[in-house]
């Protein structure tokens, strides 16, 4: 089964950062182009960082600066840094990824995993 897993969320204090990982359920599953977001409680879906199979990012200029968005796809993943954490980073981040399995690509959302930020 696809699945698209997100890692590397927790309890972090403010200032400082985590990087969290997107990958596909088996090393078979391509990861193509990918989207990170996120959803706090009571808030709408955010889109925080995109970027493209060739490498291609796209990042809002409200989240320049503190979110970076790389891949490795020797390693068929994704992946999010997020600096100078604030509590208000605190929320459900996951990702949306086109995964290309045998000749079809198909959209999937992982998820989730959890951030959040101690003052």
């Known amino acids: 089964q696809v699945r698209v897993v997100e890692s590397g969320g927790g309890l972090v204090q403010a200032g400082g950062s985590l990087r969290l990982s997107c990958a596909a359920s088996e090393s078979t599953f391509i990861i193509k182009a990918v989207g990170w977001y996120r959803q706090a409680p009571g808030k709408q879906r955010e889109f925080l960082a995109g970027?493209?199979?060739?490498?291609?990012?796209n990042i809002p200029d409200s989240m320049k600066g503190r979110f970076t968005i790389a891949r490795d796809n020797a390693k068929n993943t994704v992946y999010l840094q997020i600096g100078s954490l604030r509590p208000e980073d605190t929320a459900l981040y996951f990702c949306?990824?086109?995964?290309?399995?045998?000749?079809?690509?198909?959209?999937?959302w992982g998820q989730g995993t959890q951030v959040t930020v101690s003052p």
């Open positions: 949306n990824a086109d995964i290309l399995v045998g000749r079809t690509t198909r959209d999937y």
């Open positions: 970027i493209s199979d060739s490498g291609t990012t």
